[in-house]
């Protein structure tokens, strides 16, 4: 028997009391009322949010204010096949399926296209609009202030439901099912108390002792992602996906498994965007249109922790936001190389909020570098494991909230230890290829502020010694400038890529 299987069926023996909790109360905000707030007016608590008066009723916020996307694709195409094309990521990039592809180029085996090939790309089978009822704040699919002080584990073994008896190996670790989703929220900045209200929406594993489906629990059923983890990691990512290609209007519709296209409502907002999108990766279209309703997940989070808008943090991201000054992340004098343009800061669903930089010499592949990154800016080390180092700028302990900088694929020899105040310039560890996935020792470096992954190339681009980043639309492609000098993103060591204080 599966250890899964296993956690499952020793799962059934406990008695709990899961159907019978109270659900956390939400606080409730009269969005009718809600009054400009002054320029200079303090800063909500960050921690807390405001509380709810339980005389007053529920409202559903109205949606937004109608947002531009891009129009519509109705015309055939053409497209000439690539290094590395599938007819799968063909489809995804039209938003149709890999055999609608096949079928309107009479292709009988989807595995033998080539390189040069020229393909007609049908246009999308659209339904009527998607919806306009909004799920979720903004502020709840981030990891963000609210999240800031919630307890994970505390909070499922309330419930005592199938997950507090799962355990998984993870990169040579045990760890249970709480500690999972906890790693999870904290990788992506995803909220927790979304992903639980997911897992529970999909398979009950947080009020019910038996669970559902145990290979697949969020119901992404692809070779290669079975188990808590992948699952989690997996749900974590496209919630991303779907809330950051809204940030920036690169998406016009959902593509549903059914071949089915909803041309996306205008009036959602950047959170409910995540949901729907996660869930188009999912159902078709009627199961879609109900699990992005109000009798849908917004129930099942409502039933966990009351009113989603409760705890909407309002605005997560200001509209006078600037990057406080960050300093190159590297030691004065050593010349490293600039190796990647704006690319996503966690896996492939973020916003593009990251930069690559990597240490002389310069040989490709993963080597020892007894090179150092240093802090780009003052502030406390609040996390410091599995290649990963995050700064807190703001003096508190929380990556929630404020600024905050992601080091990756720091090597855990020399690695600086939680709790440390670093001054700019201090060192923090040497570069390596420790943590997720890489092809030779470098730096990855991202912001994030109030939990929200800050592109690198929008509207606050890195300014890093003066230096700032500028992408080209193409993941890894863009440019550093600084004055009238221009360094060209590189993935080697190049005379044209070359950088030092």
């Not at 943090?313 to 992340?329: F, G, N, R, S, V």
Request: net charge negative; charged share 20%; with cysteine.
């Amino acid at each position: 028997m599966s250890l899964l299987k296993k956690v499952i069926f020793c799962s059934i023996m406990v008695l709990t009391a899961g159907c019978t909790k109270r659900a956390h109360t939400a606080p409730y905000i009269n969005f009718s009322k809600v009054e400009p707030q002054p320029e200079h007016s303090p800063t909500p608590n960050p921690y807390q949010p405001p509380t709810q008066d339980p005389n007053q009723p529920l409202l559903t916020p109205t949606p937004d204010k109608p947002r531009p996307l891009p129009t519509l694709r109705t015309q055939k195409e053409h497209y000439v096949v690539q290094p590395g094309d599938t007819l799968k990521k063909i489809g995804y990039r039209y938003q149709i399926l890999p055999e609608q592809i096949a079928q309107e180029n009479n292709i009988t085996n989807p595995n033998l296209i080539y390189v040069g090939q020229e393909l007609i790309i049908p246009p999308p089978n659209y339904s009527e609009p998607g919806p306009s009822f909004k799920i979720i704040p903004n502020s709840e699919l981030v990891y963000g202030p609210y999240a800031a002080q919630f307890d994970t584990k505390a909070f499922l073994e309330e419930y005592g439901g199938a997950i507090t008896k799962y355990e998984e190996e993870v990169n040579g670790e045990t760890l249970t099912g709480p500690e999972i989703l906890s790693d999870v929220a904290r990788d992506y900045s995803v909220n927790p108390r979304l992903l639980i209200s997911v897992l529970e929406h999909q398979s009950q594993w947080v009020t019910g002792t038996q669970g559902g489906d145990e290979i697949y629990p969020m119901g992404y059923e692809e070779l290669g992602y079975e188990g808590l983890y992948r699952q989690t990691a997996w749900a974590a990512n496209e919630l991303n996906r779907g809330y950051y290609l809204w940030r920036v209007k690169g998406v016009a519709s959902w593509r549903l498994p059914d071949n089915m296209n909803v041309p996306i409502n205008t009036a959602i907002n950047a959170g409910t965007a995540g949901i729907q999108h996660l869930f188009s990766q999912l159902m078709p279209y009627k199961p879609w249109t109900r699990a992005v309703s109000e009798d849908g997940l917004f129930a099942t989070y409502r039933g966990l922790f009351g009113y989603p808008f409760g705890y909407d943090y309002h605005p997560l991201i200001p509209e006078d936001l600037t990057q406080p000054p960050l300093a190159l992340p590297f030691e004065s004098g050593v010349t490293w190389a600039f190796t990647g343009g704006p690319h996503s800061g966690w896996d492939s669903g973020s916003a593009w909020a990251a930069l690559d930089f990597a240490p002389p010499p310069g040989n490709l592949g993963c080597v020892v570098s007894d090179e150092w990154v240093v802090a780009a800016a003052d502030g406390r080390v609040v996390h410091s494991d599995e290649g990963a180092v995050v700064q807190s700028l703001d003096g508190d302990a929380y990556e929630q909230t404020g600024w905050s900088l992601l080091y990756f694929h720091i090597e855990s020899r020399d690695r600086v230890e939680v709790g440390r105040q670093l001054k700019t310039g201090d060192r923090i560890g040497h570069p390596s290829c420790e943590g997720g996935f890489s092809t030779g020792t470098h730096l990855h470096i991202a912001r994030r502020y109030n939990g929200e992954w800050i592109p690198a190339d929008q509207d606050i681009p890195f300014n890093l010694g003066g230096w700032i980043s500028e992408g080209y639309g193409i993941l890894y492609e863009g440019a550093l400038h600084r004055g009238s000098q221009m360094i060209q993103a590189e993935d080697r060591r190049t005379e044209d890529n070359l950088i030092q204080h």
